[in-house]
């Protein structure tokens, strides 16, 4: 649990920096579509600016208890929980963008795929690796708000 913890909690305390990068892509990508005066492309960037600008804050925090030499708890699950099903989010919202387009594979060799589409496949990988999203909601819910146990069969 403990080494889950740390793959789960670690590497949210810079994980904003990558999603900030892929923001400022994805507004560039909605500039080069001619789609960024869009109000409802606009609000979907709003969406993802305050959800960058959470994971900062929530980074600085999870900085802050290691740094004090406490382990992750369930809010390493609450991070990887938000990153995971942002990112799941940019990659339709780019794929909106893109249109017909995110849909043709670009030519060459073997399973080539243009960036936004990686993004997109990938993200669908990230709320299942490193624990699933139903599990980290059930240890949130047992851990972090002290409800009741899910059901388990049991053992003898
Ligand atoms: C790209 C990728 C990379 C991976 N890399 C690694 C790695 O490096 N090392 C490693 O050890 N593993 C790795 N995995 C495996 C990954 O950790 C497991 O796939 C993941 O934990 C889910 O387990 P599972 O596949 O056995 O699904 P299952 O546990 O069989 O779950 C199937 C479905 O049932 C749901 N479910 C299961 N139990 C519950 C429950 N109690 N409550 C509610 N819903 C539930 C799940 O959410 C899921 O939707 C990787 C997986 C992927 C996709």
Redesign the pocket.
């Known amino acids: 649990m403990t080494t889950l913890g740390h793959e789960r909690g670690g590497s949210a305390t810079i994980a904003h920096l990558r999603y900030r990068r892929q923001f400022e892509a994805l507004v560039e990508l909605a500039r080069e579509k001619g789609r960024d005066h869009d109000p409802a492309v606009r609000q979907e960037l709003a969406w993802c600016h305050t959800h960058v600008e959470i994971m900062r804050y929530q980074g600085m925090r999870l900085m802050a208890q290691l740094a004090e030499g406490r382990e992750p708890g369930p809010e390493a699950s609450v991070s990887k929980l938000f990153w995971s099903e942002y990112e799941r989010r940019v990659g339709e919202i780019a794929a909106e963008l893109l249109g017909a387009e995110a849909l043709v594979r670009p030519e060459g060799e073997g399973y080539r795929t243009s960036h936004w589409q990686g993004v997109f496949l990938?993200a669908r990988?990230g709320t299942?690796?490193?624990?699933?999203?139903?599990?980290q909601?059930?240890i949130i819910a047992e851990r972090a708000l002290g409800l009741p146990r899910?059901p388990a069969a049991v053992t003898r």
């Open positions: 990938a990988a299942i690796y490193s624990g699933t999203s139903e599990i909601r059930n899910e």
